[in-house]
């Protein structure tokens, strides 16, 4: 029998927890004659009742599995570490507070059973969201799809359906700072988007500051884009021609023997665009090379073989 695998990261959730396994369950009994199931819960570091909670569903349910940070570590290294620990042929990644119905786990896997290896939730409406939610987010996908390199599809979360195959390429990712969605997205395999009407929060508040949702920003375009520091090189360039076009206008007046705007201005601003030129060109250059050390550091494989033949 096929394995379903759920992982779900908490973080104070105490409001949600036993809903959030309850409505699992329930959907899971569903398909037991088809799929096996296990629910890695990853705690956190709440220090409210959610992994009392989670020790009491797992004490009754032999296919929970809990983990408990020693502090928290963020919601992008909670996943992480739930996928680590999966053994299922199909993964699930969700969020605890039943934003993402359970109950669309059934037809994800008809999905799955067509061949397709990811299976990530496109958020088609997005009920109870502030405006202020709603207009970051758009802007942010705006800003990251502009400068990515691979195409990271908005509107999509960490609700996700991932085939074994997938997990096990995304948990031999040595790089930190995982910015989860972009890493599910340049894999490659046969994705599918799946859309969805994504709910209001079951209970509690949401657990992403702005500080948070700063931080996966900033892993979200740093990770997968070099083009800020391209910027620095064009700055660079910038500084060179209005520096040549300056000395073009010092040499003419020169020569026509014009009094520039006031004596010696001209020559001051020379020099400085020019100097400011090769300064930003040098932390281009310096760019380039940490650029190239980070590629490396983070280890992702040059390439990813889905499949061989007589080999
Ligand atoms: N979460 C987490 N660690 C954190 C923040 C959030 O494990 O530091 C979990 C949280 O418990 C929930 C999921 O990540 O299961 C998504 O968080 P939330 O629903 O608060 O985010 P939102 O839906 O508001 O973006
Ligand atoms: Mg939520």
């Not at 949600?16 to 799929?35: F, H, P, S, W």
């Not at 969805?196 to 375009?221: H, N, Q, V, W």
């Not at 520091?229 to 073009?248: E, H």
């Amino acid at each position: 029998m096929k394995k379903v695998s759920l992982v779900i990261p908490m973080y104070y959730e105490e409001e949600v927890a036993n809903e959030c396994y309850n409505r699992l369950v329930q959907v899971l009994g569903t398909i037991k004659d088809k799929y096996e199931y296990e629910i890695v819960f990853v705690n956190d570091g709440s220090k409210d009742k959610t992994l009392s909670i989670l020790e009491e569903i797992a004490g009754k349910d032999k296919n929970v599995k809990v983990i408990s940070f020693s502090r928290n570590f963020g919601h992008q290294a909670a996943v992480t570490c739930g996928l680590r620990y999966t053994t299922g042929d199909a993964v699930v990644i969700m969020d605890a507070d039943l934003q993402d119905p359970p109950e669309l786990i059934p037809d994800m896997l008809k999905y799955w059973e067509e061949g397709n290896e990811v299976i990530y939730g496109k958020r088609k409406s997005r009920d109870g969201e502030s405006f202020f939610k709603l207009f970051t987010a758009k802007t942010f996908y705006q800003v990251l799809n502009g400068l990515s390199e691979v195409e990271i599809p908005k509107d999509t979360g960490d609700f996700r359906l991932v085939d074994r195959k997938v997990v096990d390429v995304v948990n031999n990712l040595p790089e930190h700072n995982k910015f989860l969605r972009g890493l599910f997205s340049w894999v490659g395999f046969n994705q599918y988007a799946y859309e969805y009407e994504r709910k209001e929060r079951f209970a509690g508040e949401t657990k992403y500051p702005l500080k948070k949702m700063l931080k996966l920003a900033s892993d979200g375009i740093i990770n997968f884009s070099s083009k800020p520091l391209k910027f620095i090189g064009k700055l660079g360039i910038l500084c060179f021609i209005v520096s040549f076009c300056l000395f073009v206008y010092k040499i003419v007046a020169l020569c026509m023997q014009v009094q520039t705007v006031a004596p010696g201005w001209a020559s001051i601003m020379i020099a400085m665009t020019f100097l400011t030129g090769v300064i930003l060109m040098s932390l281009y250059l310096i760019g380039e090379y940490i650029s190239r050390i980070f590629d490396n550091i983070k280890g992702r494989p040059e390439f990813i073989v889905k499949s061989t033949i007589n080999v």
